[in-house]
Nanobody
Framework: QPQLKESGGGSVQAGGSLTLSCAAS????????VAWIRQTPGKEREGVAT????????YYADSVKERFTISQDNAKNTVYLQMNSLKPEDSAMYYC???????????????????WGQGTQVTVSS
């Protein structure tokens, strides 16, 4: 069973940068979609970015395009989320999630994944 562990969250001022890491284990990266998803209390989960692990195709929410980059290091079994030009509205708990055979494009809009990490908190102050 896949296990996902996020790290790299923290507090930063608006305009700053953070890089989140998702260390993944216990599965084959073939035919999988990995996502970064965020949630704030009282709001629905929001798909931020997804990546097909087989060939690296990525998708982004409009709210983070040109600011966030999802990438992977297959040798380290790690997926990253580089976040630049952070805004207060980016503050949230960020989760890494995985789906076998998932459609990364549709999963971005409907982030219903089978496997989740425990999350890492990102706080952006103005």
């Amino acid at each position: 069973q896949p296990q996902l562990k996020e790290s790299g969250g923290g507090s930063v001022q608006a305009g700053g940068s953070l890089t989140l890491s998702c260390a993944a284990s216990g599965y084959s990266a073939r035919n999988t979609c990995v996502a970064w998803i965020r949630q704030t209390p009282g709001k629905e989960r929001e798909g931020v970015a997804t990546i097909y692990q087989d060939f690296g195709r990525t998708y982004y929410a409009d709210s983070v395009k040109e600011r966030f980059t999802i990438s992977q290091d297959n040798a380290k079994n790690t997926v990253y989320l580089q976040m630049n030009s952070l805004k207060p509205e980016d503050s949230a708990m960020y989760y890494c999630a995985l789906e076998y055979g998932g459609n990364c494009r549709s999963k971005l809009a409907n982030p219903d994944f089978s496997y989740w990490g425990q999350g890492t908190q990102v706080t952006v102050s103005s």
